[in-house]
């Protein structure tokens, strides 16, 4: 099983590690829509609920091989983006 936070830096969902433990900190990343830590293990079928500032993007995990996302491969399929107007809070 891989990591959350080590999921969203090798899928390119965020561009550090850190920025991602941040998130799910904050409770900005959910999985199957429960706030969790970031050393939930994932695996392939799991959704993840990815909240930034102006939008929530819902992820569907494809891969959990280190290896093939180390090298670029795909990880997740994108299955919903909803756009988060400034007065409107992502959850």
Same mark, same amino acid.
Do not use: C, N, W
């Given at each position: 099983? $891989?990591? $959350?936070? &080590?999921? $969203?830096? #090798?899928?390119? =969902?965020?561009? &550090?590690?850190?920025?991602?433990? %941040? ?6 990343? &959910?999985?199957?829509?429960? @706030? =969790? ?6 695996? @392939?079928?799991?959704?993840? %609920? =990815?909240?930034? @500032?102006?939008? =929530?993007?819902? $992820? ?5 091989? %280190?290896?093939? #996302?180390?090298?670029?491969? %795909?990880?997740?399929e994108l299955i919903g983006e909803r756009q988060v107007r400034g007065d409107e809070k992502a959850w």
């Open positions: 099983m $891989l990591r $959350l936070d &080590r999921f $969203l830096k #090798l899928s390119h =969902v965020v561009k &550090r590690r850190s920025y991602a433990q %941040e998130m799910i900190t904050h409770g900005a990343v &959910r999985v199957g829509g429960v @706030p =969790v830590r970031s050393s939930k293990g994932l695996k @392939p079928g799991d959704i993840i %609920e =990815v909240a930034f @500032p102006k939008k =929530v993007l819902t $992820l569907k995990v494809t891969s959990v091989d %280190e290896s093939l #996302l180390r090298r670029g491969g %795909e990880a997740f």
